[in-house]
C-alpha cells in the first residue's frame, strides 16, 4: 500500500555570473527543476513523495552551471512512516 512521506532537506548554492539550475530526483524521476536566484541564503526544500514501502534515493543535481557548487544537508523524514540515511529514503509500511 501506498504511503505519503514529506521529506524537507536544506539547499544551498554557490554561484558567480549565470543562475545556476538544479534538478532533483528521486531513484530516477525528476521531481523538480529550478533556477537558483537567492545570494548568501539557503533554502528549505520539501519534496512530497507517495510510493510503496521501500528504499528510494534522493539526489540532486546542477544543469548547464558552471562554477556552481549545490550543498544539500539536513535530509529528513518530517511526515510519514520513513527514515532518511544518507540520501537514502526508506519508506515504511
Not at 524521476?29 to 537567492?38: D, I, P, V
Request: aromatic content about 12%; glycine content about 4%; charged content about 25%.
Amino acid at each position: 500500500m501506498k504511503q505519503f512521506i514529506r521529506v524537507l532537506c536544506d539547499v544551498d548554492c554557490v554561484w558567480t555570473d549565470i543562475e545556476p539550475v538544479y534538478r532533483v530526483y528521486v531513484d530516477d524521476e525528476l521531481f523538480a527543476e529550478r533556477t537558483w536566484r537567492w545570494t548568501d541564503a539557503y533554502l528549505e526544500e520539501m519534496l512530497q513523495i507517495e510510493a510503496e514501502p521501500g528504499e528510494y534515493v534522493i539526489s540532486y543535481e546542477l544543469v548547464d552551471s558552471p562554477g556552481a557548487t549545490i550543498r544539500v544537508s539536513n535530509m529528513r523524514v518530517d511526515y510519514g512512516p520513513g527514515q532518511v540515511t544518507d540520501t537514502t529514503l526508506t519508506i515504511l509500511q
